[in-house]
């Protein structure tokens, strides 16, 4: 029983261990940015008549919105040959335009009056700053690892999670100023970021042409992409600001609970599935959406939290493995990570914005009675099967960097392996993996070549270092260097 609570807690060591090398937290910028996203449309003191869950609140939202759009898309394609890391002016204006637009539209209701150019300025440099600082980050973040960018991302969403907790909840100025911040921590994250980059190896390099095979399959992801948050998007638009459980509670539950589990779940896709492939998970919460939009039409209680918790689950889920996906892409050097990001998160925030506004039709329109509901209902139903015929089928094998510094003989390699294999009685699967740790292949290289989980690479990895009283990557490589 003492051996097996030992071996638990150094497993949870070393877990622990493998996360804090892994994981700075200058890595987690981009989860400031989604936390703005969430947070300034849910703040009340940003937008004080905010009607529904959608975030159609004022005309600088729609500005705001579309801009965002032409931004992503356009800047995805303009800058796809840009080193971003250079560009240090836009590093420092893409957040203080997202500041300065978020102060500018909390203070306009303030005043009393409705200013249009106020407005319309506020929702040209959110958008423009927003869009900028999402690209950039897409392109921070090609420059990690594989092992690293698997746990930045996820960590990422976490911080926006626990933003959610404490900013839509502040009133007035304060209220204002502290969602303000958001972006501006995010550029000063994404400032060390760089700088601690500076003179290493970039993992996701300038491509001139990419693949035509994966700019179809991205095209298509971001199709399927918005006609997911179109759906998102119209059901937030429909729904009630605050419904029962909130107005009791105070706390928007259904979109914590979501998002929580949104986040399990895109961390046990990480962790098991044989490739993080955007297919794979689309498969799983095509029938959740479905689910979402049946409940939809039945306001009560408890559809209606359900429905709100599973749509919240798929967008967390969605976000993070749409970014793992993509600059996963880039790794292979056939795609910019810029233009990659900017593609998919511009038709993101494309059905988002058209979600809304069919959802504000919709209820001006007098959709609101049952036949008109299910009508609606059937009709986004439709819209999700259609994306899932679209969802490209078979994950292309991702290009994973790699450092072989072990011998060169492979003879005497695969030999040293077959010695050590019977000495310290390793499977046929652990002798297998130790070949390729011994011609310095990482993890993720072995996890695609041999088509396994990122879980089951570890284990035997780790089983492979108990057997051979070794504790890191080095002193195994020493091992053979000096039989």
């Not at 996360?19 to 940003?46: H, P, Q």
């Not at 990422?156 to 100023?177: D, E, H, K, R, W």
């Not at 700019?215 to 029962?244: K, N, P, W």
């Amino acid at each position: 029983m003492r051996h097996s609570t030992t071996v638990k807690r150094n497993s949870l060591a070393t877990a622990f261990a493998k996360i804090e090398e892994n994981l700075k937290v200058r890595y987690l910028g981009i989860g400031f940015v989604w936390a703005w996203i969430y947070c300034s449309f849910e703040t009340s003191a940003v937008y004080p008549d905010r009607d529904g869950i959608s975030i159609n609140a004022d005309p600088s939202w729609l500005v705001s919105a579309t801009v965002v759009v032409a931004a992503m898309i356009i800047g995805g394609i303009v800058l796809r040959k840009t080193d971003l890391s250079t560009s240090k002016c836009m590093r420092v204006a893409a957040p203080v335009l997202v500041a300065f637009g978020t102060v500018l539209s909390g203070i306009v209701p303030l005043i009393g009056i409705e200013p249009w150019l106020l407005y319309c300025t506020s929702g040209i440099t959110t958008g423009i700053g927003t869009a900028l600082i999402c690209l950039m980050w897409g392109d921070a973040l090609s420059r990690l690892e594989i092992e690293q960018m698997e746990i930045a991302v996820p960590a990422a969403s976490l911080v926006t999670l626990l933003c959610c907790l404490v900013f839509p909840y502040i009133q007035g100025v304060p209220g204002i100023l502290a969602v303000a911040s958001l972006p501006l921590i995010s550029g000063a994250l994404l400032k060390l970021f760089y700088r601690e980059r500076e003179g290493k190896p970039v993992a996701a390099r300038i491509v001139d042409r990419p693949e035509r095979g994966i700019v179809l399959d991205l095209v298509r992801i971001a199709v399927v992409l918005f006609a997911a948050y179109l759906l998102v998007g119209c059901l937030g638009a429909m729904s009630e600001s605050e419904d029962l459980v909130q107005q009791v509670s105070g706390v928007d539950v259904p979109t914590l609970i979501g998002s929580g589990f949104g986040l399990v779940l895109a961390i046990c896709f990480i962790m098991f599935s044989v490739r993080i492939d955007f297919s794979s998970l689309f498969r799983w919460l095509a029938p959740l959406l479905v689910l979402s939009v049946a409940l939809f039409p039945w306001q009560e209680v408890a559809p209606n939290f359900i429905s709100t918790t599973i749509i919240c689950i798929a967008d967390t889920s969605m976000q993070v493995i749409a970014y793992i996906y993509v600059i996963g892409l880039a790794k292979r050097k056939a795609m910019s990570p810029v233009l990659g990001i900017g593609l998919t998160q511009g038709f993101v925030q494309l059905g988002v914005l058209v979600g809304n506004l069919l959802g504000v039709w919709a209820g001006h329109a007098g959709f609101e009675g049952t036949l008109s509901v299910f009508v609606l209902a059937l009709g986004l139903i439709c819209l999700i099967s259609f994306a899932t015929m679209l969802v490209p089928q078979g994950a292309k094998k991702p290009f994973v960097r790699d450092r072989p510094d072990a011998p060169d003989d492979e003879w005497e390699t695969k030999n040293q392996c077959a010695r050590l294999a019977e000495r310290f009685g390793l499977s046929t699967r652990e002798q297998q993996i130790l070949e390729y740790l011994a011609k310095g292949r990482s993890q993720p290289y072995i996890r695609d070549e041999l088509i396994l989980s990122k879980n089951t690479v570890a284990t035997h990895v780790k089983h492979i270092y108990q057997k051979l009283n070794v504790h890191s990557r080095q002193e195994l490589l020493d091992l053979f260097e000096g039989r």
